[in-house]
């Protein structure tokens, strides 16, 4: 697709790849090795891709796991994907991220995912 970021990525940045998806290193990373792994067909999120295409990308976060495990030996991970504009997608090709976490990389890392909404990060679940 004309204009978009991920059909043009430059093919000596994939570090994994499989028949419909292929995998990188994010160009503006959240921590060390964050990946992204992306359908290589043009599909603007995770809900419009097909059954191959979820398999595929799940064995690439597998492989990018293992990969990631290896160099740098991370305490944790986050795992996401943005779906739409108002839950923060800005390319629209979907993408997976898969950040590896260390320890002491941010202050309270409780409740994860739940911090896209800094005031429902914490929870009664999840206190401070």
């Avoid at 992204?36 to 979820?54: S, W």
Wanted: aromatic letters at 8%.
């Amino acid at each position: 697709m004309t204009g978009c970021p991920f059909c043009a990525i430059d093919t000596n940045k994939i570090i994994l790849q499989n028949k419909t998806c292929v995998g990188f290193f994010d160009l503006s990373p959240v921590s060390p090795g964050h990946l992204l792994v992306i359908p290589r067909r043009h599909a603007a999120t995770f809900f419009d891709l097909n059954e191959e295409e979820r398999s595929d990308m799940l064995r690439l976060l597998d492989q990018g796991k293992q990969l990631l495990d290896h160099q740098s030996r991370p305490d944790g991970y986050n795992i996401g994907w943005n779906c739409g504009r108002f839950a923060g997608q800005t390319v629209m090709h979907c993408h997976c991220h898969l950040i590896p976490r260390f320890a002491g990389d941010t202050p309270n890392p409780r409740g994860g995912v739940r911090g896209v909404i800094p005031e429902k990060q914490q929870s009664e679940y999840f206190p401070q």
